[in-house]
């Protein structure tokens, strides 16, 4: 999920004259998807959390997992809106991908885990994973108990980790509003 219709960078391995126009956040997934890109510089995602009857799961603690971390990728960065205005507060958690033993930490002063859930009481996480030094395939789990039973759900992008690589010192394109085309960013 975009932060704001401007927070969404992606890395692509192409010059601009080869990459469409930006993508709105529903069109994110096939437009990452057709440019082989991967989130710049950060990548947040949102998690629904629901039960699937009337007992109560205790959302024990979300944990995130290193797959591969390597230099940072060596290619063009390109934002997905100029000119856009703030975004809207919610419930938000960080994952520096950076430290060596990366954590879950809570944002802006909200409560840490466990939180509670049930089928009529559902909660959505924001999840901003950053990295300035790094290309990192990562994935979370969260830990949950209901009663006598407890377990830990494998969430990451269907079946693939998610990727967030440093953008740092890489040329960035903007597509101005009404635009038609890239436009290399000044300080890029």
Same mark, same amino acid.
């Given at each position: 999920v975009y932060d704001d219709?401007? $927070?969404?960078?992606?890395?692509?391995? $192409?010059?601009? @004259?080869?990459v469409g126009p930006p993508a709105t956040e529903q069109d994110a997934r096939r437009w990452a998807g057709a440019y082989g890109a991967v989130s710049s510089g950060e990548q947040r995602i949102a998690l629904?959390?629901?039960?699937?009857? @009337?007992?109560?799961?205790?959302?024990?603690?979300?944990h995130v997992r290193f797959l591969s971390k390597?230099?940072?990728?060596?290619?063009? =960065?390109?934002?997905?809106?100029?000119?856009?205005?703030?975004?809207?507060?919610?419930?938000?958690?960080?994952? =520096?991908?950076?430290?060596? $033993?990366?954590?879950v930490t809570v944002k802006n002063g909200q409560r840490d885990f466990p939180y509670k859930v049930s089928e009529s009481d559902p909660e959505v996480f924001y999840v901003t994973a950053r990295t300035k030094a790094h290309d990192v395939r990562w994935d979370l789990s969260l830990d949950w108990s209901s009663g006598s039973r407890s377990g830990t759900v494998h969430i990451d992008d269907e079946g693939r980790p998610f990727r967030t690589s440093a953008d740092v010192g890489r040329p960035g394109y903007d597509y101005p509003l009404g635009g038609s085309e890239w436009i290399?960013?000044?300080?890029?």
């Open positions: 219709p401007c $927070s969404q960078h992606f890395l692509v391995d $192409s010059g601009p @004259e080869q629904t959390v629901q039960g699937t009857g @009337e007992e109560t799961v205790v959302l024990n603690a979300l390597g230099a940072p990728l060596a290619w063009n =960065d390109y934002s997905m809106g100029v000119g856009c205005g703030g975004g809207v507060g919610t419930k938000s958690f960080d994952i =520096d991908l950076d430290n060596g $033993s990366p954590t290399e960013r000044v300080g890029g």
